[in-house]
């Protein structure tokens, strides 16, 4: 037969889990909050940046869950980064051919520049995933965390429209955009002219920083590249690899090269 303390005791044992689910709850919640700001987004659907963290070992292993995969946000996602990076290529670089371009974006999207990002907000933190894949190592998982990103800009997509999205993109991207204009990706200009020169001259073209203004951290570099006397291009950058490639390019549109 149970006693009174018995009920008393039971009763208060429930209270005390109903107390750790709401305590749990509140902690999803936090996290959902800090990633929030971390993207510098308020979802009006909190339920849309949910469901872009849900890899689909979850599902796989939670039937009853509310939510499906990130999978078809991850499809969305993708083509709107495409466009938006092809858009920024576009503009800021008038003088740039289709082909590299293309070269350029696919360098900003591919898998490991995507996770890379991903890495940089944390992002893999906050993914749901099946007990296998977490003991796999799922939340360091280039694809994972490459997904995940898609899906999170599908989310912002859907709920805050095309601008929200584009400039969190851009915001975000910054600095893989800055490498790659600073790099050249897609095309090696100094290599090329100097193959250009060494075929004809057999000599090397020579970089020279004739100006740098600005303050440290925001300084614009001018080069000239030359061979002997003779400036075959001049050009103008962030750092002085970056004016070294703009320079080179410079060049060999005056060689008529490209």
């Keep these: 037969m149970i006693n009174s303390n018995q009920i008393i005791d039971r009763a208060g044992l429930t209270i005390y889990a109903e107390l750790l ?105 906050y993914l749901y995933l099946g007990k296998g894949e977490e003991a796999s190592g799922g939340r360091c998982k280039p694809a994972n965390l490459a997904g995940a990103l898609e899906a999170v800009i599908a989310a912002i997509y859907l709920d805050q429209g095309s601008a929200t999205t584009s400039d969190f993109i851009l915001r975000l991207f910054n600095k893989e955009l800055q490498k790659a204009a600073s790099r050249g990706i897609g095309i090696d200009y100094k290599s090329q002219l100097q193959e250009f020169i060494q075929a004809r001259q057999q000599s090397t073209p020579a970089y020279y920083v004739i100006e740098a203004m600005g303050p440290d951290h925001n300084r614009m570099f001018t080069v000239e590249v030359r061979v002997g006397d003779n400036v075959l291009g001049r050009g103008s950058g962030k750092s002085k690899k970056a004016a070294e490639i703009e320079a080179a390019r410079s060049a060999l549109e005056r060689l008529l090269i490209i």
């Design 21 to 125: 689910n709401l305590k749990k709850g509140a902690v999803v919640l936090a996290d959902f909050a800090t990633l929030q700001q971390t993207l510098g987004i308020s979802f009006n659907d909190p339920s849309l940046l949910e469901q872009a963290l849900v890899h689909s070992s979850y599902i796989n292993e939670s039937p009853g869950f509310a939510l499906t995969s990130n999978e078809r946000l991850e499809f969305l996602g993708d083509a709107v980064l495409d466009l938006v990076i092809a858009e920024k290529l576009y503009q800021d670089s008038p003088r740039s051919t289709e082909g590299e371009m293309t070269k350029l974006r696919a360098a900003l999207v591919r898998q490991d520049t995507l996770a890379r990002v991903a890495r940089a907000i944390s992002l893999g933190d």
